[in-house]
């Protein structure tokens, strides 16, 4: 008689998945922590003042320049990196990919996405807007959206983004986004970088 009660756990939700009855949040085999998905929906719902946050931070780190370019951006790159993994994966998830793209959608990073993708949602997302991979998480393309809409420069998550470079994986982006801004300064003045 036991054997044919219901087994608690993945198998449970494996044989309600079957017959296509719903199955409840608490038992999705890749589930991610719970918390993960508050603080990121948080970034999402106050992405107006990130944005402005980090462009404040983002002229600041250029001010920096001339400290990072005396002791040697590849010298400075391990402990900026440990900083903005720090600073950077409790409010987003970071996964560290070395290629930013929080300030263009909507501070929802999407390579918390299952898929990985980077221009989009996939056909898959649930009616609720949460993702088909993992029924309890909320689709990171639909809060990238919200998330857009609230920011001054939300017009950004139109524009395409290129494909994750891997062996940029687990660099600092902050770096090489001053590097960038830095060179693209100094063309625009006339100077050598």
């Given amino acids: 008689m036991a054997d044919e009660r219901q087994k608690p756990g993945n198998a449970a939700a494996a044989a309600k998945a079957k017959t296509g009855a719903f199955t409840p949040a608490g038992v999705s085999p890749s589930r991610r922590s719970r918390h993960k998905y508050t603080v990121r929906l948080w970034a999402v719902r106050h992405s107006r003042f ?5 462009a404040r931070f983002a002229d ?4 920096l320049h ?17 900083v903005e993994r720090h600073v ?4 987003f998830d970071c996964r560290m990919c070395g ?3 929080l300030s263009s959608t909507g ?9 990985q993708l980077r221009n989009g949602p996939c056909g898959g997302v649930r009616a609720n807007g949460n993702c088909e991979v993992e029924p309890d998480m909320p689709c990171v393309w639909v809060q990238a959206w919200k998330g857009s809409r609230n920011m001054v420069k ?3 998550i139109m524009a395409v983004q290129k494909p994750v470079n891997q062996s940029l994986r687990e660099t600092s982006s902050w770096l090489r986004v001053t590097a960038e801004a830095a060179a693209a300064r100094d063309a625009a003045t006339g100077k050598d970088a």
């Fill in 66 to 82: 001339p400290v990072w370019k005396l002791f040697g951006y590849d010298r400075v790159e391990r402990p900026v990196t440990f």
């Fill in 107 to 115: 501070m929802s990073c999407p390579m918390n996405c299952p898929k």
């Fill in 154 to 156: 939300g017009d950004a």
């Fill in 60 to 63: 600041m780190f250029l001010m």
């Fill in 88 to 91: 950077k994966g409790f409010p």
């Fill in 50 to 54: 990130l944005e402005w946050f980090y």
């Fill in 99 to 101: 290629q930013c793209a």
